[in-house]
């Protein structure tokens, strides 16, 4: 019988873990990319692989994702999905006050990765006879700037605005992928814990994000992770490349 695959980042903690749990649960092969172990069970027939990585230097993943593409056999698989999850949350303040470094990593892990493993990911299976699809989880904030964290702002608008491009090729060609920019909501996080604990004085938004805690507004990374594989799998996934679990 043939199995699902599925290629996540960011799969050690947060929405990224309760993805790759769900997706196990579900029956998927998971490829999970973290720099960390995933705290998961061991799963038979070797349906779960980790690779210990630093999206910090993408290209020698997208370069190592490509060859292991290559090396699978599609007539075994029902589909294959790229989920790019992973991101970095610079220290809350304006943007004339962060650190070059700090910068370079937010933009390299939140949008250059992605670009990279998206544009390897298509390339390695263009020609599998199966349905395929890219989703990118992104962020209202690609949507509405927040003074205090530019960087993420600008790698989740960017993702937008990568789905777009990428959407009009793909379905240029016979077979495209399908792929979607996807907004999954509030989480509660360990990005939220950080933009609690920021310095009012460098981040204003601070208490709007105490107040989303303390009114239980926050959804759970598992709650999360069953609306957003929710829309991965609908007939009609691909026909918006840009969209919002709220919608």
């Known amino acids: 019988m043939s199995t699902p695959l599925t290629i996540l980042t960011g799969a050690s903690r947060g929405l990224g873990l309760a993805l790759a749990q769900a997706l196990l649960s579900r029956g998927h092969r998971v490829l ?4 960390r ?5 061991p799963q038979p027939d070797g349906r779960l692989v980790h690779w210990a990585v630093d999206l910090a230097e993408p ?12 090396a699978q056999d599609s007539q075994a698989l029902a589909s294959a999905t790229l989920i790019n999850n992973a991101a970095v949350v610079t220290t809350p303040a304006p943007l004339s006050a962060q650190q ?14 992605p670009l990279l493993l998206t544009a390897a990911f298509l390339r390695a299976t263009a020609g599998w006879p199966l349905p395929r699809r890219v989703l ?4 209202g904030l690609g949507r509405r700037a927040m003074a205090g964290q530019a960087p993420y702002c600008a790698a989740k608008a960017g993702l937008d605005h990568l789905a777009r491009a990428v959407a009009l090729e793909e379905a240029a060609r016979p077979g495209g992928a399908r792929i979607v920019s996807l907004a999954p909501g509030v989480i509660d996080t360990d990005m939220q814990q950080q933009l609690r604990g920021a310095d009012p004085a460098l981040f204003p938004e601070r208490e709007r994000f105490v107040a989303l805690q303390s ?6 990374p598992a709650g999360a992770a ?16 840009v969209a919002d679990v709220r919608d």
């Open 32 to 35: 999970a990319i973290s720099r």
């Open 59 to 70: 290209a020698p993943v997208a370069e190592r994702l490509a060859a292991w593409l290559a």
């Open 37 to 41: 172990v995933p705290a998961l069970p």
């Open 226 to 241: 069953a609306k957003v594989l929710r829309l991965l799998e609908r007939a009609d996934f691909g026909s918006q490349p």
């Open 215 to 220: 009114d239980g507004l926050l959804d759970t």
């Open 100 to 113: 070059g470094g700090e910068l370079a990593q937010a933009l390299r892990v939140g949008l250059e990765a």
């Open 136 to 139: 990118l989880i992104s962020s």
